[in-house]
């Protein structure tokens, strides 16, 4: 596992959606713009479950 990612799997929600704008490249990187679509669709999807 990537330690990036074991390292955001510590901080606060809050924080880790602060930090997803600076993941893209990463994003991209391990799954192109279909894997970025998915992870806004999902971040959506979660924030109407909270609202």
Excluded: C, K, N
Aim: hydrophobic share 45%.
């Amino acid at each position: 596992m990537f330690p990036t990612l074991q390292a955001l799997g510590t901080i606060t929600r809050p924080h880790f959606l602060e930090t997803i704008p600076h993941l893209v490249p990463l994003i991209l990187h391990l799954g192109g713009e279909v894997a970025l679509r998915e992870v806004y669709q999902s971040i959506r999807d979660v924030s109407r479950w909270w609202r």
